[in-house]
């Protein structure tokens, strides 16, 4: 009698702060798990030792990232948690050293870029005229916003090709100056800003998207985000002989002695 063992489902960090919005978190884990990835929860409380152990990223979405990290003074970013700044900054340089898969949500493309030396509007209505952050729990999960995606990207053909598509909209803080090797891939269709970036480096997957895909599970292509992590996670890239990641002599990985317990 032949045993089957089922696939080996790759583990898929999923960065939160100390107290995490436990909705969103699980949204993100359930759309990873359907995607055939087994997620894990990574704070500044959780997991650090395990954080070699990934292979795949998602960089949830939250509060604002403190602006100082981009050379700015602050003028209105709130919420501010330093603890995890300093882990998912570490985090997002560990994947670029090591070529892990890595998806950005929200906040999550935010640091993408910050990492990568890109900066931010602080406050999008002041910059767009007429630009409205969604506050109504309704407006968080159904699409709100026209989304223009760029013709030649990673993002249009996993999402099977759309010129545009409806997303949620969460965000009152945006991407301006880009990050280096990244590329802004999509657009809101009223105001023109950044709502999507892409690495480009082709060996390597990474992806910022400015909505909330979790919170569109019911959606298809929202779906197929999580589905081409999982993919580019399975299938390997940067993998040194026996499995181990190729890791930068430089990076040291989050896993910092001075951070509370």
């Not at 960090?13 to 919005?21: D, Q």
């Not at 945006?174 to 280096?180: E, F, S």
Request: net charge positive; charged share 20%.
């Amino acid at each position: 009698m032949t045993v089957v063992q089922e696939r080996v489902r790759p583990l898929i960090g999923i960065t939160t702060g100390s107290r995490a919005n436990f909705l969103a978190y699980t949204a993100i884990g359930y759309g990873i798990w359907l995607a055939g990835g087994r997620p894990i929860r990574v704070s500044p409380k959780h997991n650090l030792l395990r954080t070699r152990n990934l292979k795949g990223l998602v960089v949830s979405g939250g509060a604002d990232i403190d602006p100082t990290l981009y050379g700015q003074n602050n003028t209105h970013s709130v919420g501010l948690d330093p603890y995890r700044d300093r882990l998912e900054a570490e985090c997002v340089e560990m994947a670029f050293a090591a070529k892990l898969p890595v998806l950005g949500i929200c906040r999550g493309a935010q640091m993408i870029n910050i990492v990568r030396g890109g900066d931010l509007h602080q406050d999008v209505p002041s910059v767009f005229e007429g630009f409205l952050p969604t506050q109504s729990t309704l407006g968080k999960i159904f699409a709100r916003r026209k989304v223009v995606i760029e013709g030649r990207s990673a993002l249009r053909n996993l999402l099977d090709k759309p010129d545009d598509i409806w997303v949620n909209s969460l965000h009152h803080q945006a991407i301006n100056t880009l990050g280096q090797d990244l590329r802004a891939i999509a657009h809101d269709a009223e105001f023109g800003m950044v709502q999507a970036i892409e690495g480009t480096e082709r060996d390597h997957f990474v992806i910022g998207v400015q909505w909330h895909p979790e919170f569109m599970l019911y959606a298809s292509a929202q779906r197929r985000i999580f589905a081409a992590l999982v993919a580019s996670s399975s299938s390997g890239g940067a993998l040194a002989e026996g499995g181990a990641r190729r890791y930068s002599g430089s990076v040291k990985g989050p896993m910092l002695s001075d951070w509370p317990a």
